[in-house]
């Protein structure tokens, strides 16, 4: 498993992380053997949201079966985010100060530990007051309860908008990424061409904007073809995908699920591929992606294969 | 009417605005008595444009109308634009030191004023020299006949160029936004979504530009569903938006209008409502959403009931 | 002919220059002639790049037609191209220091020249490393290799990656436009409008970014419709656009490519026409677009003629 020291902190973190938005129905033992093989495999960051299994569920659940002692939890980095809040009408987002320090002692009482490593806003509030989220920062920050911060799914105009107030550097900007679904890598290849849909800014230029700042993209649904549509490793939908797919996965004798993972790890930005399993074999197959040093021609041939442009 | 002070002026204005585009065929009386309305209902800032009614008609007309006197003219804020050229086989834009400088003139005269407390450039010139408006504005300053500069419909880049030059703050950028037309906002909501038109930028990110750099935004069509296709309002074809509205409405005793300004008005932004109707009762009934309470529980479901996504 | 000193350089440079992507059959006596049709227009300026006309062919192609004295060689300033690699199942791009300086030494050696006076990075590179390409670009600068660096196809978050290692300017970025293809400034002339393909962002605002940080545009492709669909010029799918041009060709009496490329040196921006044809008529005709004073509304009529919106 590679590992760096995630800029602006001083965690040396894995860059492939276990996500645990699904484990809510399972048992202790299913959760400690995915946990384990995890662990088994380098991994040890777990990915977190206080709306995981509903209100808390997964944090809990996790906390439940695995029953950490300090100096165990120690030796894991935990994520979790805040900032959605279910209804009965639909989503809506909250950064108030109120909310996300209410949810985060929510998440500290669920995985039944001290402090989160990383916290995250997990959808941009369209309503932000970013002095809020700044006292909100400082006062989790000083009381201990958080050691970093971050974003998921932010553009750059909206992190620049937090850093107007916030203080404290973010970290991490947790991002849907995978092979077919790549705009915020396919579009720089292709911009500026007319009638091309690849084209099209759908992210304000976010991979470069997170390169040039130091800010750790964490690429979500790294398996999902579209948006939470299934995943392409294997479906008929992608037939010349996944042919690249497994003729690269014999070539380095590896399972199909490392190639896909390691066209992400492979990119210069250092990205963390957030798994979504609960399959302990995915795990580990995933994780064999950590370091598979694709070559330039190999991990274009993959991109062309998923049906992106390369002109 | 809430007020506050502009952002780079000393001009304490309301978050509700009287536009007079639409009032070239009125008669004395009725522009009085708009006018009136929207004073007592503390809205004391004009917007106007040189091409309003045709070649400063609307300003003509509202200077002959209102007869205001030195004293009269200092209560209220007036804003006009320059920059857009109508012309036989369409519209042209022109950023001219010589055309701005000229329609100020114009604007001046037809106005019946010694002085423009905001210019706006009202549309980007694809042909603009920013040395030009740079010395335009600088003379316009110099001679007293322009307190403050802002811009409409330009993104964050455009604005960017200019500053390249003018050394004034930019204060103002008017904008398309209501709740139905509200990509500025929604884009970044959905942002990196593939296949979804709501990710789609068609804007550089203004939002979030205009807030980082203490730009206020003015929205313009505060109640059109689209590029001037008729108002939302009790229109059929948003049933589900309206349900909202009028139960929001009943709830707050306000008539639907200020429901449909406080969506703006609700906004963190601080943004300012360019209303557009010449009806007096329409006017009251907006002012009446320049302070409404909406929660961001209100403020989501009115977003997703318009079909935006909260993914 | 227009020339004008390139931002960032002491390279004087005409605004129309000559492309050499489609010389590769061409016989000696025809580059000759083409080249000498250029000079006697005023360009001195000539476009190559690595992969046209195969491995370094149109390079090589015009060292052998030309043979230049170095006192010759040094009247002309020659800009060529690294970083695409064209292979079996389609092209990838590589931007590896080793891909980089190899490539350079090849055009070098092709073009019979001690040095490029322009290098430009010709598609961005998904995988770029950009301390990889500074270092790149010091060896190959204080080797005396290349004098200026520029890039192709960039957007703005590009360009800002790779100068944070990058310590040269980055004097230009060569783009395609034309008329009718002419998103990089349509788009700023109708952002923020719902439902209009031409709001839409491809390119995150470039034209405003070079012209906020001195990058001279280059156009590539400036008269044809698409990407290589075809020109404009005459084309029967484009009626309304050639009334136009052909009008003011009349007008100014000049053939109607040199309006076409009036429309893109007229703009403020201060671009050059890369010109692509091997006619040497039309290389003639074009460089009469040079310096053609288009008013802004024939500007601007062009524009719309082309079928873009002016709201």
Known sequence: MKTFTLPGTELVVPNVVLGLMRIAEMSDDDVRHLVRTARDAGIDFVDHADIYGGD???????????????????????????????????????????HLVGQVDGSLAALGTDYLDILLLHRPDALVEPEEVARAFDDLASAGKVRYFGVSNHTPGQIELLKKYVTQPLVANQLQLSITHASLIAQGVSANMAGEDQAVDRDGGVLDYCRLHDITIQAWSPFQAGFFTGVFLGSPDHPELNAVIDRLAAAYDVPPIAVATAWITRHPAQMQVVLGTTTP????????????????????????AAGHLVP
């Open 281 to 304: 074999e995915r795990v580990t197959g995933a994780a064999q992606g950590s370091d598979l040093p694709l070559t330039r021609a190999e991990w274009y041939e993959l991109f062309r």
């Open 56 to 98: 808390h569920g997964c944090e809990r659940r996790f906390a439940e079966a695995m029953r950490l002692t300090p100096s165990q939890r120690a030796e894991i980095v935990i994520q979790s985010k805040a900032g959605i809040v279910p209804g009965a009408g639909g989503l809506r987002y909250d950064f108030s100060y109120d």
